[in-house]
């Protein structure tokens, strides 16, 4: 099944995408008060990788694009994989890390804001879901929006290798808004 889409616009749903699921995590931390713990910071990191990537491939030429395509299927293949491994230390399948005891707060002044801010500071555990939404956790929700991402990203490449190029529109077609 083919969508028409140019890799182009491929690259730009893929970081409007990610933009969207980092935006996501947060409003989960500072609007809603869930406060991420060390696996949920890291868990972040391939989504900040994969947004330039992807603004990035969107402007390359088509063989370029087509790569920076596939290197973001491989961003995300490693992002679900770090969602798998948090979700499977909050369901007890395995050990965490050792050092996972949540995001620290903003430095106290002095020792009696200090002692004020351990009375009001909540440690985030590795190994509790702060939320979940049928059935899983914000890690398990990672794995599945990381795998369609990286599924699309490859699709998406694979379609552009097979498809415009050999029906003679080049990698960007031929809309007024890729020339």
């Given at each position: 099944?083919?969508?028409g889409l140019t890799i182009r616009q491929a690259a730009l749903a893929v970081?409007?995408?990610a933009a969207a699921t980092?935006?996501?995590a947060l409003v989960f931390e500072h609007v809603w008060g869930y406060q991420p713990c060390k696996l949920c910071l890291t868990q972040r990191n391939p989504y900040y990788l994969a947004i330039p990537l992807a603004l990035i491939a969107a402007f390359l030429p088509a063989k370029w694009g087509r790569i920076g395509l596939w290197l973001l299927a491989l961003v995300f293949v490693v992002s679900a994989g770090l969602g798998a491994y948090h979700?499977?230390?909050e369901w007890g399948f395995w050990e965490g890390p050792s050092d996972c005891g949540g995001?620290?707060?903003s430095s106290a002044g002095n020792v009696?804001?200090?002692l004020n801010q351990l009375q009001t500071t909540r440690v985030v555990s590795c190994t509790e879901a702060a939320w979940r939404f049928l059935g899983l956790s914000l890690a398990g929700w990672n794995v599945l929006i990381s795998l369609a991402l990286a599924a699309f990203a490859a699709w998406a490449a694979v379609q552009g290798a097979s498809g415009?190029?050999?029906a003679g529109t080049g990698a960007y077609g031929s809309s007024?808004?890729?020339q």
């Open positions: 099944m083919r969508l970081a409007l995408a980092i935006g996501g979700a499977g230390v995001a620290m707060g009696g804001d200090f415009s190029e050999r007024s808004l890729s």
